[in-house]
């Protein structure tokens, strides 16, 4: 229902813009948040925007580096990653949220737990 694009291998420094799209979800009514998963780590949520598009969300780790953004006709989520550092690399999805109480107060969520649809993921990697 979800599909990521636009991972590759990226030298350090760089940028690399991700994209999420679907064909059955509109991004209008579902909070929708990138996350990733390091090779032996954890996923973690990374960014997110809520299904007004008012609030968003980033971690630390990213903060000053990453954009979210999201294109209401295409019904697509970017990311767009710059100065990047080879501790990006890793998994990247896709999730949309369907949580009430968070679409009412246009709020998005983080947490890996909170997601309700999943992409497949796009590989990111960070080398020279």
């Known amino acids: 229902q979800l599909v990521e694009s636009g991972g590759g291998l990226v030298e350090p420094g760089g940028t690399l813009t991700l994209s999420c799209t679907s064909s059955?979800?509109?991004?209008?009514?579902?909070?929708i948040g990138w996350f990733r998963q390091a090779p032996g780590k954890e996923r973690e949520g990374v960014a997110c925007?809520?299904?007004?598009?008012?609030?968003?969300k980033y971690a630390d780790s990213v903060k000053g580096r990453f954009t979210i953004s999201r294109d209401v006709a295409k019904n697509t989520v970017y990311l767009r990653m710059t100065g990047m550092k080879p501790e990006d690399t890793g998994i990247y999805y896709c999730?949309?949220?369907?949580?009430?109480?968070?679409?009412?107060?246009?709020?998005?969520?983080?947490?890996?737990?909170?997601?309700?649809?999943w992409g497949k993921g796009t590989s990111v990697t960070v080398s020279s």
């Open positions: 925007i809520s299904n007004g598009g008012g609030t968003l």
């Open positions: 059955d979800l509109p991004f209008r009514a579902y909070g």
């Open positions: 999730a949309a949220d369907n949580n009430v109480a968070l679409r009412n107060t246009n709020q998005c969520s983080r947490s890996v737990g909170g997601m309700d649809y």
